[in-house]
């Protein structure tokens, strides 16, 4: 097995119970990560038969920091990847040996030099027998609504937001999704950060008065918005920045008119996205009626408030787009990631994995 550096993040390989560093599971396994600027998972999954109307079984799942090269850096991007990895194996009491798969879905992950990048590097952790699939993290968030199956569209709204779809023959396309400085602006760092210019601009005078400065100020534990500042630049990470996004939803709920906008933007920057896609790829059908399946997933779209952002999103669409089916995945975006590289295994290789 490659990479047996002394006192790396795989040396637990070695206090395994098969000599050699076995595994305590017979199958053959699936690692599934789903890497985001936030977080990243994975989880560990067998090659196993299930029917699609029940989740996969999941042997172990392990949660690290970012993995966004474009927000971390190549060199931090991949030592995360490399220890979720090395985690989930352990957790699940299984060396590299037993992997036959690794589908690793990443934000950031937007050309095929990305992609070889981290293939290469894949190379030097697996034997290689061990099929790789790299794709950006809305490629995940898809198969998580559609069960491992590539159709239809995907909208992920969390710290950033892109807009994703497949048609069945193998045709891609995606919207937004460039990160904060090229406009995603229906993401949670977009609403945060217009909720903050909000802030500075009444506080200035050239703005309307919001509930937003209050509780913000609250939320930050600050006392003037001019200690905003301070505050935002002294780490302007998009991930920070965006968990002031709930405030905005809670101040329009409240009866704030610049928080309510605020959020009416982001709803109509994320119906455009979907429409976009949907419309390159005729998802919709010549008519523009045809049914396709749209995911949703991301703590944006998020149900169970009075200001629904999900609700408003959909409703919005479907003026365009009746055929517009919305899912809510049952599962988690990596075990998405994971039904990718199962369903792939079991059509190319059914006699090896049954």
């Known amino acids: 097995m490659k990479r047996e550096r002394k006192g790396d993040i795989w040396d637990f390989e070695h206090q395994l119970p098969a000599a050699g560093g ?21 989880i560990c999954m067998p090659i196993v038969a299930f029917t699609p109307n029940h989740s996969p079984p999941v042997y172990a799942r392990a949660v690290a920091g970012s993995s966004n090269h474009n927000s971390v850096g190549e060199t931090a991007a991949r030592e995360t990847l490399e220890q979720v990895m090395a985690e989930a194996l352990s957790k699940a009491g299984c060396s590299r040996s037993a992997v036959r798969a690794v589908c690793l879905a990443v934000s950031g992950v937007n050309h095929p030099t990305d992609q070889q990048r ?9 034997a290689s027998d061990v099929e790789f699939f790299v794709e950006n993290d809305s490629v995940a968030a898809l198969a998580s609504g559609t069960m491992g199956k590539l159709h239809g ?13 497949y048609t069945e023959d193998g045709r891609e396309a995606r919207a937004a999704g460039a990160g904060p400085i090229l406009g995603d602006w229906g993401s949670g760092y977009g609403i945060a950060v217009k909720a903050l210019t909000s802030v500075v601009r009444a506080y200035d005078g050239r703005g309307p ?5 209050s509780s913000i100020l609250r939320q930050l534990q600050l006392s003037s918005p001019d200690e905003l500042i301070g505050w935002t630049y002294a780490d302007p990470s998009w991930a ?4 002031l996004a709930p405030v905005v939803v809670l101040c329009a709920e409240a009866g704030d008119q610049v928080a309510n906008d605020i959020l009416l933007y982001a709803v109509e920057e994320m119906a455009s996205s979907v429409k976009a896609v949907v419309q390159r ?37 479907v003026k365009d787009f009746p055929g517009t089916r919305p899912i809510r995945p049952k599962v988690e ?14 059509e190319q290789y059914q006699p090896d994995v049954e």
């Not at 569209?153 to 779809?165: D, E, K, S």
């Not at 920070?240 to 968990?243: E, F, K, P, V």
């Open 22 to 42: 076995g595994s305590a599971h017979t199958e053959k396994l699936i690692l599934g990560l789903d890497g985001g600027t936030t977080n990243t998972i994975c």
């Open 118 to 126: 981290i293939l290469d590097w894949l190379s030097d952790i697996f």
């Open 153 to 165: 569209c995907v909208l992920i709204a969390g710290t950033g937001t892109i807009a994703y779809g």
């Open 209 to 213: 008065e919001t509930m937003l400065t």
């Open 240 to 243: 920070r920045i965006a968990t």
């Open 281 to 317: 790829l005729g998802l919709c059908g010549k008519d523009g009626k045809d049914n396709f399946p749209l995911v949703m997933v991301g703590n944006v779209l998020e149900t169970n408030r009075r200001w629904d952002i999900g609700k408003e999103v959909i409703r919005c669409i």
């Open 333 to 346: 975006p990596a075990v998405g990631a994971a039904l990718l590289a199962w369903n792939y295994l079991i």
